[in-house]
């Protein structure tokens, strides 16, 4: 029921959520990701800011990390991941992943 | 860049075409056979899939100003709503084709708006990323080939596997197909409903559920059996306790649809 | 299955791109991975290369084109680079292949040890550039499977469109048969799928043949052999009415009742005298407006003891048939019409050349007409319409016989309103007939 009246004032819940978890900002420049490796603590839940500064459309996606959202040109976008067990989780931009490779890694 | 495209392209347009396909020989078997009822005709059909074309297309262009709202949790909001829609559509559709054949004669005009909802709002869904991959595409004019060629590919993969999915329907009795069939659309219905938990999970609308199981060591989602699947039943190497509980509560919904129950009898 | 062909050509042709373009994508896949496999090897060589040379000559101008990049590096000082390396490691400090950013590029790097001097030798490719090199060729490999769809399906169609003539022409001999044409099928060619089909068929008609024969025959003989006891009743009738009260209700309800069984069998005569095997033999060159005349003059009582006025327009019109059936049919028409019509009704009766130069008899009434729900059934044996009134006397074969006669001289017979704002017009339209 809690649950359900989150979903009505999804904005209050955002906001409280997003206080707790740590931010990370990952930048995509000329189809590449700045930082290529996040460091991420283990159990956490994590806020990543996806920064695409191309005027190219990208896509986040993960397999072990089951996320996958479509950044626009030259906008942000956020994603939540976690709480995760140590290890290594690989990313790529499903647009133009012959370059956009990164990795998770949970310590 | 042409294996990025087929792959692209492959996971939207496989989706909506094996949906398509169900939902046609499914309507298929309908009509004939029940006195006084019309099935639809391909025109409903077609005037899904154009509105969804188009819906793809204002999506796509909408998409960084979407992308913004609810503190960047707009795409994940809007594209859940679809979802749901889209398993509310299939319910009211199942359910208006049962009442349809026993009562008006005729194509029940709600059971046609909740397939056009259907198809458009999956096809808008799914499009929009093939509009914002091909848009970015066309400023690197080397990649532009390899992309079309790929987009060629994935367009013919998924045409045939839906053209072969409603012959290999249709081709059984009128109960089997309507069994398979309802059976497809009910999983499809899970599909739905476990992505939607993922969407909202992932803009954090949800609370964190614990995964439940790790299949990627048998079959992983990016082989091409993977992405069939996922395609067909929504197949997830690591589903989450939410997710799953969704996608069965999604499909017991279908299930309890009188067509679906007098299928089974 | 709605349609043969369309099943035929979208799985032949969906089961087809299926596999080509699945076994492309695969070829892709294996090409590009013996691509990688190739250039990786050529980098190793260019490792090779770099630690050979004499690297404290080397400057930053050193250019080995855009797509490659190296650095020697002996401890923590930079010997020597290409211009595109950074200042710092490109790669970590172990030995074999990576991937690392830098220069705003992914590069595939492949870092080795010297032993002898002592020196790391890091080489760089750009991942983007040598990709789209690959991929060019191999692409080269996958269009013609692409390209070569629609024209597959194409000839697919083509083919399919020629297993199917057989198939298609005999439904159209089927489809322009006429209802009496009872001749068995005799296509141009027949497969030997469809054989069967066009031996029941023909089976079919052979045997419906001689079941209409058989009805015929039938009934011709059952009508015959009924008019000798009719008539022998009728004279009894006669009889009979001397010795009992001959205007009591039940007498008269009998003598009606015995005409009108004499009139059903002489009906079915009429219409099963006229076979076409005979019709040949009876035909003359005859002037239907004059048999119309005699027909009409023949009527005429009916129609005065209703006060109806009954004209005949028209001229003179030669065609061939026979005049003892053509009369029947007039007669059958014009009975209809009185039958029909209030007292003080019109009937008129035309026999004219139309537009197309062909004959054409008009009886056209200005009765009730015909409900459209009636006007498919009324040729129809026995069959008597729902909407009229029961009162009206008949059999429900009068309009059979006028169908059947105007058969057997190719006519059309048709029903429609009359020109008087009510009634009906029953039209007969013999075909051109050659003169002789």
Redesign the interface.
Same mark, same amino acid.
């Given at each position: 029921m809690k649950r359900f009246r989150s979903l009505l004032f999804p904005m209050l819940i955002a906001t409280s959520a997003r206080a707790a978890a740590p931010e990370l900002t990952l930048v995509i420049r000329d189809h590449l990701f700045f930082p290529s490796t996040l460091e991420v603590p283990a159990g956490q839940k994590v806020r990543i800011l996806i920064d695409n500064q191309d005027p190219t459309p990208e896509e986040f996606e993960s397999y072990p990390l089951n996320r996958e959202k479509v950044i626009p040109g030259n906008t942000k976008t956020v994603v939540f991941i976690g709480p995760l067990e140590p290890g290594e989780y690989p990313f790529f931009g499903e647009f133009y992943p012959k370059t956009a490779q990164g990795k998770v890694v949970v310590k | 860049?042409?294996?990025?495209a087929?792959?692209?392209i492959l996971q939207e347009i496989l989706e909506a075409a094996l949906l398509l396909s169900v939902l046609l020989a499914v309507n298929q078997q309908m009509g004939p056979h029940l006195a006084g009822t019309r099935k639809l005709t391909l025109h409903w059909y077609a005037a899904a899939i154009v509105t969804g074309i188009f819906g793809a297309a204002l999506f796509a262009w909408a998409?960084?100003t979407v992308?913004?709202w609810? #503190? %960047? $949790?707009g795409?994940?909001?809007i594209n859940a709503l679809m979802h749901l829609v889209v398993i509310g559509g299939l319910y009211t559709h199942c359910l208006l084709l049962q009442t349809n054949a026993r009562q008006t004669p005729g194509p029940h005009i709600g059971a046609g708006v909740a397939l056009i909802v259907v198809i458009t709002l999956s096809i808008t869904r799914e499009g $929009?990323?093939i509009f914002?991959?091909i848009?970015?595409?066309m400023?690197?004019p080397?990649a532009v080939?390899?992309a079309l060629?790929g987009a060629?590919?994935a367009g013919?993969?998924g045409?045939?596997?839906g053209?072969?999915l409603y012959?290999s329907l249709?081709g059984f009795s009128r109960v089997v197909t309507l069994r398979i069939g309802l059976v497809l659309l009910a999983l499809f219905a899970g599909n739905m409903a476990a992505q939607t938990i993922?969407l909202l999970?992932?803009? #954090?609308?949800?609370? %964190?559920t614990p995964q439940l199981w790790d299949t990627?060591g048998l079959l992983?989602?990016?082989s091409?059996t993977g992405q069939l699947l996922y395609a067909l039943i929504g197949y997830?190497?690591?589903p989450?306790l939410a997710q799953a509980v969704s996608y069965v509560a999604a499909m017991l919904l279908l299930a309890s649809t009188p067509l679906f129950r007098q299928s089974w009898r | 299955m709605r349609s043969i062909r369309q099943f035929l050509l979208l799985g032949a042709l969906a089961v087809l791109t299926l596999f080509s373009f699945i076994a492309a994508l695969r070829g892709y896949q294996s090409s590009m991975q013996e691509a990688e496999t190739l250039f990786d090897t050529q980098l190793l060589d260019l490792s090779q290369l770099v630690a050979n040379l004499d690297v404290g000559r080397v400057n930053n101008d050193f250019r080995l084109g855009n797509n490659l990049a190296f650095q020697v590096w002996e401890q923590q000082s930079l010997l020597g680079a290409s211009h595109q390396a950074p200042a710092i490691d490109m790669t970590p400090r172990v030995q074999g292949f990576d991937f690392a950013n830098f220069d705003g590029y992914r590069w595939r790097t492949y870092a080795r040890f010297d032993e002898d001097q002592n020196r790391w030798i890091m080489v760089a490719e750009r991942t983007d550039l040598r990709f789209v090199l690959a991929e060019n060729v191999v692409l080269e490999t996958v269009l013609p499977i692409l390209l070569g769809i629609p024209v597959t399906g194409l000839l697919i169609w083509l083919i399919v469109s020629k297993g199917l003539k057989p198939l298609i022409q005999l439904s159209a001999d089927l489809q322009q048969k006429p209802a009496h044409d009872l001749t068995p099928l005799q296509p141009r060619e027949t497969p030997r799928e469809l054989v069967p089909v066009v031996n029941a068929v023909n089976g079919m008609i052979q045997r419906l043949g001689a079941a209409l024969e058989r009805e015929k025959r039938l009934s011709a003989d059952a009508a015959h052999e009924l008019r000798t006891p009719i008539a022998a009743l009728k004279i009894q009738l006669h009889n009979l009415a001397q010795e009992v009260d001959a205007h009591s209700d039940s007498f008269q309800q009998l003598e009606q009742g015995v005409e009108r069984m004499g009139h059903l069998v002489e009906q079915l005569m009429a219409l099963y005298r006229t076979s076409p095997e005979r019709f040949d033999e009876a035909c003359v060159e005859l002037d239907l407006h004059a048999l119309a005349q005699e027909v009409v003059a023949r009527w005429y009582p009916l129609f005065d003891a209703k006060q109806q006025t009954l004209e005949l327009l028209g001229d003179r019109c030669l065609l061939r048939g026979d005049p003892f059936a053509l009369e029947t049919l007039l007669a059958n028409l014009l009975s209809n019409a009185s039958k029909y019509t209030p007292e003080q009704g019109r009937v008129q009766v035309s026999v004219l050349r139309n537009a197309d130069a062909r004959v054409e008899m008009v009886v056209q009434d200005n009765g009730p007409g015909i409900a459209a729900a009636d006007a498919n059934h009324i040729f129809e044996r026995f069959y008597r319409s729902e909407h009229g009134s029961h009162s009206v006397p008949g059999c429900g074969l009068g309009l059979t016989i006028v169908q059947h006669v105007a058969e057997l001289h190719h006519a059309e017979v048709s029903v429609g309103p009359s020109d008087f704002g009510s009634g009906a017009a029953f039209r007969v339209v013999f075909p051109l007939q050659d003169p002789r």
């Open positions: - | 860049m042409f294996l990025v087929v792959i692209l998409m960084p992308s913004e609810f #503190d %960047y $949790a795409q994940e909001v $929009a990323e914002l991959y848009n970015g595409i400023g690197t080397t080939t390899p060629l060629g590919l013919g993969i045409i045939s596997a053209i072969l012959y249709v993922l999970t992932q803009a #954090d609308w949800m609370p %964190y990627t992983t989602e990016y091409v997830e190497a690591t989450s | -």
